[in-house]
């Protein structure tokens, strides 16, 4: 089964083709990171703007290179929702347009379950129901997923995601965007522990999640103490430097998003833990888990980086497995997008 898919939930314009469900034959993304770089986060309105030029080229370009004609293609899959509305919009006309003018099935795709199926995109799917831990600039969730596909949430942010924490505090130090690669690649090899910021935990047995303490405790402390010195010379012995400030926070991030996974597989008994979304592309979560993994027996699954962020593998991949649990979907060109 050949499928289309096509994502536009927030700043990346993509589409893929995809072989039942596995079989990467194509896979095209136009970034809009240098159009809302100067803003340090996205705009909305550009975003809709940008996705109406991409939208035609990039799904010609993914049906190219993947040597597959429109009359070829099985199903076609898109992002629904949750997301930026106007982006949203721009994606399921396109896919509708498509489905109607080629009298294809339409599945329409929950941009977290797209993220959810990219951990299993270049491995083995667990046997038993697992703990999915969904991290970006747009969610923070914990999840027990059946494999049947369905899920039930098991805590989530009470605030910010953990995502737009770094790219809050990325803009606040202007180091560029988007923040969480920017802080990422200032701390490696910096020291996460020269800075003491608080981890917000709730009651013992909680999964839920808050970074806007963090995020405030961050600004105060530049705000007390000045801006960071560079990692190459200190202005004085009481200066801190950049790399030092963003290991501390970034670490302050990944303790809790590791602890609370750990805690959630073990109050669910579950022993596969699988990690999404583009915070997951962080080097120091991802090195943080694999060593959970390691010491305390659990399988880990995590996506290529190259698909933790958006993309639409994921999406041409999840509407296979919707293809496969629940066959056609009836009305689809009659459907709407949904921003939450």
Known sequence: MIILGIETSCDETAAAVVRDGKEILSSVIASQVSIHSPYGGVVPELASRQHLEYIIPVIESA????????EQLDVLGVTQGPGLVGALLVGLSAAKAMAY????PLIAVNHLEG???????????????????????GHTALYRVDRDGGSRLLG???????????D??????????PGGIAIDKLASGANPEAIHFPRSRFDKESLEFSFSGLKTAAANFIRVHGPPASDSARSGAGSYTLGD???SFQEAIVDVLVEKSVKAAQQCGLSDIAAVGGVAANSRLRTRLAQEAASGNFRLYLPPVEFCTDNAV????????IWMRSGPQHGMLELDAYSR
């Open 101 to 104: 003018a080629l009298g294809k």
């Open 168 to 177: 809050k505090i990325a803009k606040l130090l202007d180091i560029g965007y």
């Open 314 to 321: 994921m999406i041409a991949s999840a509407a296979y497995r």
């Open 63 to 70: 049906l190219e290179k993947a040597g597959v004609s429109c």
């Open 156 to 166: 989530a942010t009470r605030d910010d995601a953990a995502g737009e924490a770094f």
């Open 115 to 137: 993220h959810i199926q990219a951990a299993f995109i270049s491995g083995g799917v667990p046997e038993s129901p697992f703990i999915c831990l969904v991290v970006s600039g």
């Open 245 to 247: 400030f963003a290991a």
